[in-house]
C-alpha cells in the first residue's frame, strides 16, 4: 500500500513526510487555490520537499487533448522527478493519455466514479485511476466496493495501471480499500494521524511509562 497526501499544504506535507512512509503528493485545483499563492512556487516547493523520488501528481487545468499534453510536458519539465499529471476521464483525457503514453509521461485518470471509467483509462495507458471513495459514499453509492471492482478488474485484464484511490472522510474507508487490495491511497494529514491512533495504544504506552518510572525514575535507557 502506498500512502500519498492529497494537499498542498506545506506545512503538513513537511510533517507527513517526516513522519509517515508518504509515497508522494497528490494536488488537484481546488487544493491548489486553497493555499492563494503562486503556483509554480507552491508546486516547486512540495517537489523540494518530498525529492524526486517521491510521487508529485498536479492535474492539467486544460480541456483540449493537444493543450493538455502541452502542460503536462510543461509541468514535467519544471516538477521533474517521479510526476504524474493528473487527468479527468473524458474523450479529450483519453486522447491526452495515449499521446503522454508515447512520451512516457505518467497519468493520473481522476474523477473515476465507475469501474467502467478505470478500465477504459488503464487501457489507454494511465499509470493509476483515481476512484473518489467518499463522493459515492455521499451519494449512496459504495465508495470501497466500486475501489474492490477496480481492482479484480484491472488484475482481471493484466493491466499494470494501479488504483490510486482518492477522497477519503475517515479511516475505515482507508482500511477497507487496503482490504481490497488497493494499490494506493491519498489522504488528508488528519486522516494519517487517526489511522496510527488508538486509544488502547494511548494506555498501553501509558502502562508502560509508570511501570518503568516506579523504579527508574525520569532515567531512560540513555541514561542507565
Ligand atoms: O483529488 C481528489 C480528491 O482530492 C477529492 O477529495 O475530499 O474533495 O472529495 P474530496
Known sequence: MLYILDTADLEAIKHC???YPLAGVTTNPS??????????KLVKEIRSIIGEEKMLHVQTTQKKAERIVEEAKL?????????YVKIPIGEEGLKATMELKKLGIGVTMT????PAQALIAA????????PYVNRLDNILGDGTEVVAEIVNQLELYGSDCKVLAASFKNAEQVHKCASAGCHSVTVAADILKTVISHPMTDAAVAGFDKD?????????ILDL
Open 111 to 114: 474523477a473515476i466514479f465507475t
Open 212 to 220: 518503568w518510572m516506579s523504579v527508574y525514575g525520569e532515567k531512560t
Open 123 to 130: 487501457m489507454a495507458g494511465a499509470s493509476f485511476v483515481a
Open 17 to 19: 513526510n517526516e513522519f
Open 75 to 83: 509541468l514535467k519539465e519544471a516538477l521533474k522527478g517521479d510526476f
Open 31 to 40: 487544493i491548489i487555490a486553497k493555499e492563494k499563492t503562486d503556483f509554480w
